[in-house]
């Protein structure tokens, strides 16, 4: 399924049930007085975060939403109905802002939280609520108010501790395929992966972690060029970076150039992002002797300042990957969780990597 990571809906809260204005009506009760009960209240609209939903694809072909309105009052001091709430189901990790102001309403981290993002409007009140001992019997009764409407702009960003980038075609794919359950497409072109996969990766004795892949980032991406620059934005919620690098582009770069290009980019796209753990993971080794990649390695880095953890790895052959998903779980359980995953669906299918 594409990944969504945008939409736009309309959302409408129910009008509020208007007020009675009857009166009481019985044989041999001549002066029975007012008896109108008030109107029920609008129907809210509330955002709830689902974990079983992973893109906004569905609010392509539904973008208007409707809570329902409260029903009149009624006579012998009955109210009306309440109108009830509508609630619409938005994956995990949706920030909402209104579409108008861009102020954020609220960012729906943790499963099962919910957000009013439209108030149902106020009952109206009957004539019972105006009787005085100077007006017996009024006719006074207020209208129900009506309900807020808004349009709303939903963005999705992923919730992932760990995030892959690089330059197209370094192996992420193929690396996040080794590791997890995730099944993303692989072969030898640019802009293989065009959405995000997001993959369990699930290590002995319970121990799990979420990666992230984005497409491959070009230069000029923070500045919209190629794909990637509409999802870098995915990776400001994760708690540590991988930087793939093929040792020897099959283009004829100079991975040193590569590796500044991708820092350039999360420099210009945000201050954040520049400063966030990253660790540089050389990939392809499987096509050198290890003598050959050490050398090549040495070499890159004597060109760098880069003073950061350094591994060598081939995703297609799953030489390295063991270990550096122990580290990062290492890593990871050392850092404050900015929030709580529940796994649910599929939990037992995910591959456990033994060390």
């Known amino acids: 399924m594409k990944f969504v990571d945008e939409a736009t809906i309309k959302v409408h809260a129910g009008k509020g049930g208007d007020g009675s204005g009857s009166f009481r ?48 009052g009624a006579k012998r001091q009955c109210s009306g109905k309440n109108g009830e709430d509508c609630v619409i189901p938005v994956p995990v990790g949706t920030v ?72 197209p075609n370094v192996g992420k794919s193929t690396f996040i395929h080794a590791v997890s359950s995730a099944r993303p497409k692989v072969a030898d072109y640019p802009f293989t992966t065009l959405y995000p996969h997001l993959g369990i990766v699930a290590l002995s004795g319970q121990r799990r972690f979420v990666i992230a892949d984005i497409p491959g980032l070009v230069p000029g991406a923070a500045s919209g060029k190629g794909l990637g620059i509409q999802f870098l934005k995915h990776l400001s919620r994760t708690t540590l970076l991988l930087h793939l690098v093929e040792i020897l582009p099959l283009d004829g770069s100079d991975p040193v150039d590569n590796i500044l290009a991708i820092e350039n980019e999360l420099a210009a796209f945000s201050e954040e992002l520049i400063h966030k753990p990253r660790w540089l993971v050389f990939n392809k080794i499987d096509c050198f002797t290890p003598d050959e990649a050490k050398e090549r390695i040495q070499d890159i880095m004597q060109r760098l300042s880069y ?41 037992a299918e995910d591959p456990q990597i033994e060390g």
């Not at 981290?109 to 919910?114: A, D, E, L, Q, Y």
């Not at 990957?321 to 796994?343: G, H, N």
């Open 25 to 72: 009506r019985e044989k041999y009760v001549p002066r029975g007085g007012p008896d109108g009960g008030d109107g029920g209240r609008g129907g809210s609209v509330y955002l709830l975060a689902d974990l079983s939903l992973n893109t906004l694809i569905d609010f392509r072909y539904q973008t208007q939403f409707s809570a329902q309105s409260g029903e009149p």
């Open 96 to 167: 909402v802002r209104d579409a108008h102001t861009q102020e954020i309403l609220g960012d729906l981290v943790t499963p099962g939280m919910r957000l009013l993002v439209a108030k149902g409007g106020a009952r109206g009140l009957g004539n019972i609520n105006f009787k005085s001992s100077t007006n017996r019997a009024p006719r006074q009764t207020t209208l129900g108010k009506p309900g807020e409407s808004r349009e709303l702009h939903l963005e999705l960003k992923v919730l992932a501790e760990v995030g892959l980038l690089g330059l």
């Open 307 to 347: 003073t950061g953890p350094i591994y060598a790895i081939s995703a297609l052959a799953k030489t390295g990957t063991v270990q550096l998903c122990e580290d990062i779980m290492q890593f990871l359980q050392k850092q404050p969780r900015a929030f709580t995953l529940s796994y649910q669906e599929d939990e």
